[in-house]
């Protein structure tokens, strides 16, 4: 599907309350089926990827309820080594969360099985997971470090294990596999990824301990007791928020609050950013949900001056980069960004397809092998056609810079949102 942008002249103004957090949902619908006991997950997000782990559950033989409408999903627990081997099979689409996550569930629970996704995700490094497990004693096959996998029983052993890159995702699956491995494991990374895991599964009973700073990462103790079922409202996801975050803060005349979104530290990295910038971003009524703290965000109309981002602070804002090129092009100067080469990994190489389109919308980038730059004018001319390339977060920038653009943005594969933020059209009111 095909969308036009139109520039708009409105400010965003009101209250918000985003959509569930993503990663949490998936770990939250995850960790339920491993549990022993009915759970309860309220504000569940009902996208395109979370649905992929919904079906590859069902076909593990996890039984669960979701009503769409009150984002509420019932969750009956098989244990950690409950889960069935699948006749077919197991179709993670886009979502590499759901398999690399699924992996170390799969692995842990020695469960034979093959996990596949899109075209598109069969083009994303697995390797990473791949050499890790098999070091733990996982019989795992992958095509050449990619999907599809091939999982066959086999017992794990411990590991200590430094992650060459900061990834949740890796480190997730090593904590998951780690919880059915015959002694304890250690897992390091570089820099400080999501740790929502950690935080999740020791409330469920799990013996993890996060290593103290500066090492990041997690020591795990074999699982021998049953882990606990959840009831609990996950938070709103700071990564969706991001992009009326940055709508807001270009739209001139916009004040708009956005209601108990999740603020995680290893996630707000893009408030520090957009900060940096000179964003107008409060946050009030600090509470705690789902064992994250969460916060009001309002965030009012600002004029914007360049910045640099580099180190931590990338890992800390991931999957914000797209959303933060259109606030860095309505800025005035020069944004560098560097020790990003990650992003070359996601869904898709977002240094690349976001360079290509920035420039075709008149906006000067300079790409590096490991970031770009980002010569801001406070203008974007717009007047193109672009694509989404299959990447959520791409279709959703685009849109920010066709919002503010002089002439309309037409973005191509558009409905490739839903993966992750289905209400973003009709809270732009696209
Ligand atoms: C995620 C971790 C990040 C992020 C992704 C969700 C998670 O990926 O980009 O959207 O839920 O663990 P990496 O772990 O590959 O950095």
Known sequence: MTKTILPRTAPLTGDYRPEGDKSLSHRALLFAALAEGESVIRRFLVGGVTRAMLRCLRQLGVAWELDEAAHLLRVRGVGLRGLRAPAAPLDCGNSATTFRLLAGAVAGAGVPCVLDGSEGLRKRPMGRIVEPLRAMGADVEAVDGHAPLTFRPAPLHPLAYALPVASAQVKSCLILAALSADGPCAISEPGPSRDHTERMLAAMGAAIRTLDPPAHG????????????????????????????????????????????????????????????????????????????????????????????????????????????????????????????????????????????????????????????????????????????????????????????????AIGGFGILAESFPDFPRVLAL
């Open 218 to 409: 997690a020591v795990v103790l074999p699982q021998t007791a049953p882990l606990r079922p959840l009831d609990l409202e996950l938070p709103g996801d700071i990564s969706s928020a991001a992009f009326l975050l940055v709508a807001a803060t270009i739209l001139p005349g916009s004040d708009l609050t956005l209601r108990q979104v999740g603020v995680n530290p290893t996630r707000t990295g893009i408030l520090d950013a957009l900060r940096a910038m000179g964003a107008d971003i409060t946050a009030a009524n600090a509470a705690t949900l789902a064992g994250e703290p969460v916060a009001d965000l309002r965030v009012r109309a600002a004029p914007l001056r360049a910045t640099d981002v580099s180190g931590d602070l990338v890992v800390r804002m991931i999957d914000e980069f797209p959303a933060f090129m259109i606030a860095a092009a309505c800025a005035q100067g020069r944004t560098v960004v560097r020790d990003a080469a990650e992003l070359r990994a996601k869904e898709s190489d977002r240094i690349a397809i976001m360079a290509r389109a920035l420039r075709a919308i008149g906006v000067r980038v300079e790409e590096f092998p490991d970031g770009f730059a980002i010569d801001g004018t406070g203008a974007i001319a717009g007047g193109a056609t672009l694509d989404a390339h299959g990447d959520h977060r791409v279709a959703m920038s685009l849109a920010l810079a066709g919002l503010v653009a002089r002439e309309p943005v």
